[in-house]
């Protein structure tokens, strides 16, 4: 659920106009989520994918994901952990 305290830049998306929602729970939102992604709406959301790990090197992909930038410097966006060949 993220750290206690959040600090959100509240002034750029003020600016922007932006309305900022928090939620708790996720329920009931995986048959619409799944039915957007297959009519391809969503275009290619493997490209959200910034870093990949074998399952082998699962703690090292925890730690880039908690640093939020890799050993290259390039920022953390979503990290997937698992069979490498299947992907």
């Not at 959301?45 to 699962?58: C, F, G, H, N, W």
Request: charged share 25%; glycine share 10%.
């Amino acid at each position: 659920m993220g750290t206690p305290v959040l600090a959100l830049p509240v002034g750029p998306s003020m600016l922007r106009e932006v309305d900022l929602i928090g939620v708790f729970r996720y329920c009931n939102t995986y048959p619409e989520a799944l039915a957007l992604l297959a009519s391809g709406k969503l275009g290619d959301v493997s490209k959200m994918i910034t870093q990949r790990y074998p399952l082998e090197k699962a703690v090292e992909a925890f730690e880039t994901l908690k640093r939020g930038r890799d050993e290259n410097g390039k920022t953390v966006i979503k990290v997937m952990v698992g069979n490498l060949d299947l992907e």
